[in-house]
């Protein structure tokens, strides 16, 4: 299909773009990389009267070294996330994560930003943010606030980010030395996962010290595994210590039953993927 008849705006600054965004209000939607909003145009599902293009911005692109955080412009595509030496040892997770998400051309073209705002649960990013405890730095009129993972996420497709606002960069606090695994459930390749887990693990000798886990696909937003979390840490990196806590993978959580499955069916996959991630970010 061919989409709605709508005029466009590429504006250079995060100023001018907010501009637009007050001018236009609710007849306008942000395009951050297309890799989400194009189709949705395309099958006329929305059909904004304006177009506000970010890939002019260039202060949105780029990924810099802040002391105790690695920090990611919202217009950076996931193919320059993903091969970026200060993402690969501070943040190995992101790195792994973006390697199953999509194919080479959406990789170029999407953006790490974009994929984060559009918050589809399903999403391959949401779980590992949120893992390591990303920072959103928002842009409105009022100026720039920042919001935690934790509260960023909200429901289904909905974030923080105000109407009039404009997600500016991603600051991911360094965990470096970190081991880090992404398994991903799908039918055939390049697809959203039917279900994901990122895990992310700090060892002491043969000791999981600590351990973040995240999934996608396990209700309307990303989750953090903290039952999960809790009662690996201290242990072993053994089978039966990881086999033990993955048993509580399902814990608070509410997975979308569909073509690819039921809830019950995804409860079983997560405890499995779980084992996996948190065995392989170990080094088991």
Same mark, same amino acid.
């Given at each position: 299909?061919?989409?709605?008849?709508?005029?466009?705006?590429?504006?250079? %600054?995060?100023? +001018?773009?907010?501009?637009?965004?007050?001018?236009?209000?609710? @007849?306008?939607?942000?395009?951050?990389?297309?890799?989400?909003?194009?189709?949705?145009?395309?099958?006329?599902?929305?059909?904004? +009267?304006?177009?506000?293009?970010?890939?002019?911005? +260039? %202060?949105?692109?780029?990924?810099?070294?802040?002391?105790?955080?690695?920090?990611?412009?919202?217009?950076?595509?996931?193919?320059?996330?993903?091969? /970026?030496?200060?993402?690969?040892?501070?943040?190995?997770?992101?790195?792994?994560?973006?390697?199953?998400?999509?194919?080479?051309?959406?990789?170029?073209?999407?953006?790490?930003?974009?994929?984060?705002?559009?918050?589809?649960?399903?999403?391959?990013?949401?779980?590992?943010?949120?893992?390591?405890?990303?920072?959103?730095?928002?842009?409105? %009129?009022?100026?720039?606030?920042?919001?935690?993972?934790? /509260?960023?996420?909200?429901?289904?497709?909905?974030?923080?980010?105000?109407?009039?606002?404009?997600?500016? @960069?991603?600051?991911?606090?360094?965990?470096?030395?970190?081991?880090?695994?992404?398994?991903?459930?799908?039918?055939? =390749?390049?697809?959203?996962?039917?279900?994901?887990? =990122?895990?992310?693990?700090?060892?002491?000798?043969?000791?999981?010290?600590?351990?973040?886990?995240?999934? =996608?696909?396990?209700?309307?937003?990303?989750?953090?595994?903290?039952?999960?979390?809790?009662?690996?840490?201290?242990?072993?990196?053994?089978? /039966?210590?990881?086999?033990?806590?993955?048993?509580?993978?399902? @814990?608070?959580?509410?997975?979308?039953?569909?073509?690819?499955?039921?809830?019950?069916?995804?409860?079983?996959?997560?405890?499995?993927?779980?084992?996996?991630?948190?065995?392989? =970010?170990?080094?088991?």
């Amino acid at each position: 299909m061919i989409p709605a008849a709508f005029d466009y705006v590429a504006p250079s %600054s995060v100023e +001018e773009a907010l501009a637009a965004l007050a001018q236009y209000g609710d @007849e306008a939607k942000i395009i951050a990389g297309g890799q989400s909003l194009l189709p949705v145009l395309r099958m006329r599902l929305n059909a904004p +009267e304006w177009i506000i293009d970010l890939r002019k911005i +260039e %202060s949105l692109r780029g990924i810099r070294d802040d002391g105790d955080a690695i920090v990611i412009g919202a217009m950076t595509p996931h193919s320059v996330v993903g091969s /970026d030496p200060l993402v690969q040892e501070h943040a190995a997770l992101i790195s792994k994560a973006v390697g199953h998400l999509a194919d080479a051309q959406i990789r170029h073209r999407g953006t790490f930003g974009g994929a984060l705002a559009h918050a589809d649960p399903a999403g391959d990013l949401g779980a590992p943010v949120l893992c390591l405890g990303a920072e959103f730095v928002i842009a409105g %009129s009022g100026g720039t606030r920042t919001v935690a993972a934790d /509260d960023f996420f909200i429901d289904l497709f909905e974030t923080a980010i105000g109407d009039d606002e404009i997600l500016t @960069e991603v600051r991911i606090p360094k965990h470096t030395g970190w081991g880090a695994h992404y398994e991903k459930m799908v039918r055939v =390749a390049h697809q959203w996962p039917i279900v994901s887990v =990122a895990a992310t693990v700090r060892m002491d000798g043969g000791t999981i010290a600590e351990a973040r886990v995240g999934f =996608a696909n396990m209700g309307s937003t990303a989750l953090r595994a903290r039952g999960v979390e809790e009662a690996i840490a201290g242990q072993p990196a053994s089978e /039966d210590a990881v086999r033990t806590a993955a048993a509580r993978a399902a @814990e608070g959580t509410n997975p979308p039953s569909d073509l690819n499955g039921d809830a019950e069916y995804k409860n079983h996959v997560v405890g499995v993927l779980t084992r996996r991630a948190l065995l392989a =970010a170990a080094g088991s």
